[in-house]
């Protein structure tokens, strides 16, 4: 077996030591070389030019929720942009909807609608149906009467650690479920049936191929308010035995789902899953990572845990637990040898998930253990030091920039305009910078992303703390190599270097050589897994130049 060869390629290899060739050569689903195409190469395809880069890994985000949410009615700004279009949009779909059964929508940012949608006006537009509407960073939803009468909580809230059923000022409650509160409707319709989740996996695989995505880390399964099914794993299995899984998948395990493990006490393994099985297990295709807690919220929706308030506001956003009793499960984590992925969002979270693993690796010494903060969204000069200094990793989302940017602005006020979602001051700090999207929060295409990396605006206009932009040649990084070294696979993937899986996307022009303002449109003309082209074609290369 001599493999087959792209010829006549850019490759933007992603390996510092040899970063561009002209040539890749794949065999038996790896890359066995750059450049030297061997004489009895199966298939040699002339790529004319195009661009070739390790598939893109997106290292944050939600493939079954943003599965599920594509049968959902769509309440992102261009589909809904004013309250009333929301309301019109729940009662289209109300209309083919039987009564009592579910009207969910997804997407919606109180932000772009001036507020959320009430639980009256949401029972005038489906009457009779129980009415679901998911805010787009996910840590909160509304519910309307129905629901609100099911739950038990229609004419007064209960009380929700690390959570809340807000009220209007007569105690009323308006709909609005926050955080932990989501739970409540969780145990309405949660666990879905694992085929109508790999059903959800295979349609959201299809999107991915089609943007370049060779590979992505699901930010959360099997517990609490992100996930589906307890048995949340085996739809993952059942879409790969189905053949439909499409992209290569790295599962977060819920925090809430670790427990005791009665191992034995020299093992030193407090918690974890039965059978022991913990980060790392798994294989090329579906593997296990990190465990992933929550520290906090959202900061557009202003539940985040910040050390000062919010702008305008007395408030300050909280914890989704006492800071101790996170801290005990990350330290227990850590112990039991699980790789740490903690969601923090605002400097407060963040202090208390770094004051947790610096005692974790003080008490309990690892060798890179690689802990993540997800998201990172408001670090001060403190936050990044000791980040940095804990080698940890944090996970910050390009995208949101664009499409949430001006509500975090606005939440943060303009003293903490320059700890928002930071990029470059992480790479000088010497941290490794993943690429993700938290999809479906905000569109998950790469190139969307690391267009936003690069540029830096909001939605209408505003620079979003522009000193933290980054090159093109660093958000593709970031977008391969950082997120594989995140999900600890930087020997099996994340650059073009002979021995790696042979995942590659292959686009029409080079972002590194075109306009900032022309990245996000660029053409993904294939997406190659394993060495398959799983998207596009191979045949038809664009003519260079
Ligand atoms: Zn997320």
Same mark, same amino acid.
Request: proline content about 5%; some cysteine.
């Given at each position: 077996m001599t493999g087959w060869a792209l010829v006549n390629a850019n490759v933007l290899t992603m390996d510092p030591a040899r970063p561009r060739a002209s040539a890749v050569i794949i065999d038996d689903g790896r890359i066995t070389a750059l450049d030297d195409v061997p004489a009895g190469a199966s298939r040699v395809v002339d790529l004319r030019g195009a661009t070739v880069l390790p598939g893109f890994h997106d290292a944050h985000n939600h493939m079954t929720g943003f599965g599920m949410s594509l049968g959902e009615v769509d309440l992102r700004a261009d589909a809904a942009g004013t309250l009333d279009e929301l309301y019109a949009a729940i009662e289209r779909r109300a209309r083919a909807t039987a009564p009592g059964e579910w009207v969910v929508g997804s997407g919606y940012d109180q932000n772009k609608l001036g507020g959320h949608p009430h639980r009256d006006a949401l029972d005038r537009a489906a009457p009779g149906r129980r009415v679901w509407l998911r805010h787009t960073s996910g840590h909160m939803c509304v519910v309307n009467g129905v629901v609100l009468a099911d739950l038990g909580v229609d004419a007064a809230a209960t009380e929700i650690p690390g959570g809340r059923v807000a009220t209007d000022a007569g105690g009323r409650p308006t709909g609005l479920l926050e955080e932990r509160a989501q739970l409540l409707v969780g145990s309405l319709v949660y666990p879905y049936p694992l085929a109508e989740l790999a059903d959800a996996i295979a349609q959201a695989a299809a999107v991915y191929l089609s943007e370049g995505i060779t590979s992505c880390t699901e930010a959360g399964i099997g517990g609490g308010w992100v996930a589906h099914s307890p048995a949340e794993l085996a739809a993952y299995q059942l879409a790969r035995d189905q053949g439909r899984l499409g992209v290569r998948v790295e599962l977060m395990t819920a925090g809430e789902v670790l427990h005791p493990l009665g191992a034995h006490a020299g093992d030193d393994r407090p918690v974890g899953l039965d059978l022991g099985i913990t980060s790392g297990f798994g294989d090329d295709w579906v593997? *296990?990572? /990190?465990?992933? #807690?929550? =520290?906090?919220? @959202?900061?557009?929706?202003?539940?985040?845990?910040?050390?000062?308030?919010?702008?305008?506001?007395?408030?300050?956003?909280?914890?989704?637990?006492?800071?101790?009793? *996170?801290? /005990?499960?990350? #330290?227990? =984590?850590?112990? @039991?040898?699980?790789q740490v992925a903690t969601h923090a969002i605002g400097d407060r979270a963040i202090d208390v998930v770094l004051d947790a693993y610096e005692q974790a690796l003080t008490q309990y010494p690892r060798r890179d253990p690689r802990h993540r903060i997800e998201h990172f969204a408001v670090a001060g000069p403190r936050q990044l030091a000791r980040a940095a200094a804990l080698g940890v990793i944090a996970v910050p989302q390009g995208r949101f920039a664009s499409e949430l940017g001006d509500g975090m602005l606005a939440a943060v006020g303009p003293d903490r305009h320059g700890w928002l979602y930071r990029q470059r001051s992480l790479l000088e700090a010497g941290m490794v910078l993943p690429g993700s999207?938290?999809?479906?929060?905000v569109a998950g295409a790469p190139l969307l992303g690391i267009a936003d990396m690069v540029n830096r605006r909001t939605s209408s206009g505003a620079p979003f703390n522009p000193d933290e932009a980054i090159t093109a040649e660093q958000a593709l990084r970031a977008w391969t190599w950082g997120s594989a070294y995140a999900s600890r696979q930087e020997h099996a993937k994340g650059s073009v270097t002979p021995g790696k899986l042979a995942d590659l996307v292959v686009l029409?022009?080079?972002?590194?050589?075109?306009?900032?303002?022309?990245?996000?449109?660029?053409?993904?003309?294939?997406?190659?897994?394993?060495?398959?082209?799983?998207?596009?074609?191979?045949d038809q290369g664009p003519l260079s130049g």
């Amino acid at each position: 077996m001599t493999g087959w060869a792209l010829v006549n390629a850019n490759v933007l290899t992603m390996d510092p030591a040899r970063p561009r060739a002209s040539a890749v050569i794949i065999d038996d689903g790896r890359i066995t070389a750059l450049d030297d195409v061997p004489a009895g190469a199966s298939r040699v395809v002339d790529l004319r030019g195009a661009t070739v880069l390790p598939g893109f890994h997106d290292a944050h985000n939600h493939m079954t929720g943003f599965g599920m949410s594509l049968g959902e009615v769509d309440l992102r700004a261009d589909a809904a942009g004013t309250l009333d279009e929301l309301y019109a949009a729940i009662e289209r779909r109300a209309r083919a909807t039987a009564p009592g059964e579910w009207v969910v929508g997804s997407g919606y940012d109180q932000n772009k609608l001036g507020g959320h949608p009430h639980r009256d006006a949401l029972d005038r537009a489906a009457p009779g149906r129980r009415v679901w509407l998911r805010h787009t960073s996910g840590h909160m939803c509304v519910v309307n009467g129905v629901v609100l009468a099911d739950l038990g909580v229609d004419a007064a809230a209960t009380e929700i650690p690390g959570g809340r059923v807000a009220t209007d000022a007569g105690g009323r409650p308006t709909g609005l479920l926050e955080e932990r509160a989501q739970l409540l409707v969780g145990s309405l319709v949660y666990p879905y049936p694992l085929a109508e989740l790999a059903d959800a996996i295979a349609q959201a695989a299809a999107v991915y191929l089609s943007e370049g995505i060779t590979s992505c880390t699901e930010a959360g399964i099997g517990g609490g308010w992100v996930a589906h099914s307890p048995a949340e794993l085996a739809a993952y299995q059942l879409a790969r035995d189905q053949g439909r899984l499409g992209v290569r998948v790295e599962l977060m395990t819920a925090g809430e789902v670790l427990h005791p493990l009665g191992a034995h006490a020299g093992d030193d393994r407090p918690v974890g899953l039965d059978l022991g099985i913990t980060s790392g297990f798994g294989d090329d295709w579906v593997r *296990l990572g /990190a465990t992933k #807690i929550f =520290a906090d919220g @959202s900061l557009v929706g202003r539940t985040a845990a910040m050390n000062e308030p919010y702008a305008g506001s007395d408030q300050a956003g909280y914890l989704q637990a006492e800071a101790a009793d *996170l801290q /005990a499960l990350i #330290i227990a =984590a850590h112990r @039991s040898g699980w790789q740490v992925a903690t969601h923090a969002i605002g400097d407060r979270a963040i202090d208390v998930v770094l004051d947790a693993y610096e005692q974790a690796l003080t008490q309990y010494p690892r060798r890179d253990p690689r802990h993540r903060i997800e998201h990172f969204a408001v670090a001060g000069p403190r936050q990044l030091a000791r980040a940095a200094a804990l080698g940890v990793i944090a996970v910050p989302q390009g995208r949101f920039a664009s499409e949430l940017g001006d509500g975090m602005l606005a939440a943060v006020g303009p003293d903490r305009h320059g700890w928002l979602y930071r990029q470059r001051s992480l790479l000088e700090a010497g941290m490794v910078l993943p690429g993700s999207s938290d999809r479906p929060v905000v569109a998950g295409a790469p190139l969307l992303g690391i267009a936003d990396m690069v540029n830096r605006r909001t939605s209408s206009g505003a620079p979003f703390n522009p000193d933290e932009a980054i090159t093109a040649e660093q958000a593709l990084r970031a977008w391969t190599w950082g997120s594989a070294y995140a999900s600890r696979q930087e020997h099996a993937k994340g650059s073009v270097t002979p021995g790696k899986l042979a995942d590659l996307v292959v686009l029409a022009e080079d972002p590194t050589a075109v306009g900032p303002e022309r990245i996000a449109g660029l053409e993904v003309l294939a997406t190659i897994v394993g060495g398959e082209l799983r998207f596009g074609t191979l045949d038809q290369g664009p003519l260079s130049g």
